[in-house]
């Protein structure tokens, strides 16, 4: 075959285009009537069920063929063997017990996927399909999910900012996700670090706190999103202009009321150290007032008793009078009698 330009010059081809042309028709002249498998790469919802395909193309009869589904990372490493017509239960791994099964009437048409039923976590990996007799092989891949949608709500108010605080919460992913906020025009929002929470049956709950001010379009959206097996949830949420407005109104209020607050805490504070001084004195005035009364009634007394001394007339010796006394060398004092003690 000859090529030419649109002036009538033969084109001639390059020779990295001829090796091409060369190498393509001899695969097509060795593998003519040959079937290969064909695979491909799949994503399961966890709890479902999954079909792992795999067929011959050309379509050709394996339902006489062996046939082996394996994943080579575990030990045994079969998950489905069918030979002589029927399944080889004993050489499986015990993880896929009763969960795997061949669609028998189209092996006949070179159909011979696998299904998997009640998809776990510790499913996910690569999986062979082998037909030993053609020496035929394909790999699928199979990544396991689980989603579910947000829920977006409000978290409180910050008042300093004049904002709202959303917070954004999904339960039940697997593998963990990633959670994003987004504006009206699909902008990524500056939200708080996103937690996340792994429960005992491997499946993880996010959730993040964004806070939002008033803008043209209130629409807010939190996007959950896994990249490995390409699911996406979002929920979007509508702040209409009032309660901004009101939430404005109620700041200015609320500072207006905390500064008069202040201010009234301030007096208390300022009236109540003047009565506690003024308390003070009028204690120490009592005080000295107190002392000075009692110094002068003590004044007065020794006065009178002074006086009273001067005016007593002295008794005589016969009356009460004290005589010492001596008793083994001691001064007894006995009033008005003498007593001589041995």
């Known amino acids: 075959m000859m090529l030419f330009h649109t002036d009538g010059k033969r084109l001639r081809p390059h020779p990295r285009t001829l090796r091409v042309w060369v190498f393509t028709l001899l695969l097509t002249y060795f593998c003519r009537g040959e079937s290969q498998l064909i695979g491909s790469s799949v994503v399961a919802t966890l709890g479902n069920d999954v079909v792992l395909p795999c067929h011959l193309e050309p379509a050709k009869d394996a339902a006489d063929l062996a ?23 004993f050489k499986k791994h015990k993880s896929f017990e009763g969960r795997t099964s061949l669609f028998v009437d189209e092996l006949m048409f070179g159909n011979i996927s696998l299904k998997l039923s009640k998809v776990k976590p510790a499913d996910r990996g690569t999986y062979q399909c082998f037909i030993p007799a053609l020496d035929r ?3 699928v891949q199979l990544h396991v999910g689980a989603v579910s949608s947000p829920v977006i709500r409000l978290a ?11 917070q954004c919460k999904s339960e039940g992913w697997y593998p963990e996700p990633e959670v994003l906020w987004l504006d009206a025009e699909g902008n990524l929002l500056s939200a708080g670090p996103t937690e996340t929470i792994r429960g005992p049956d491997d499946l993880y709950t996010v959730s993040s706190r964004v806070t939002v001010e008033k803008r043209p379009s209130n629409r807010f959206t939190c996007r959950v999103q896994q990249k490995d097996t390409n699911q996406t949830r979002d929920t979007e949420i509508l702040m209409p202009d009032d309660f901004f407005d009101l939430l404005s109104s109620s700041s200015s209020t609320i500072t207006g009321l905390a500064v008069s607050l202040a201010v009234f805490v301030i007096l208390f504070f300022l009236l109540l150290l003047f009565s506690v001084w003024n308390w003070r004195q009028n204690v120490i005035k009592t005080k000295r007032s107190t002392t000075s009364g009692t110094v002068s009634r003590e004044e007065k007394n020794t006065t009178e008793i002074s006086s009273g001394e001067e005016m007593k007339p002295l008794k005589g010796k016969g009356e009460n009078e004290r005589k010492p006394v001596s008793r083994n060398g001691k001064l007894l004092l006995v009033k008005g009698i003498k007593t001589k003690i041995r």
């Open 137 to 139: 092989q394909s790999f």
């Open 156 to 166: 409180g108010t910050d008042r300093d900012k004049g904002g709202v605080v959303l």
């Open 67 to 89: 046939l082996e589904w394996t994943r080579p990372d575990l030990n045994p490493r079969f998950v489905h063997v069918w030979r002589s017509g029927q399944e080889l239960v």
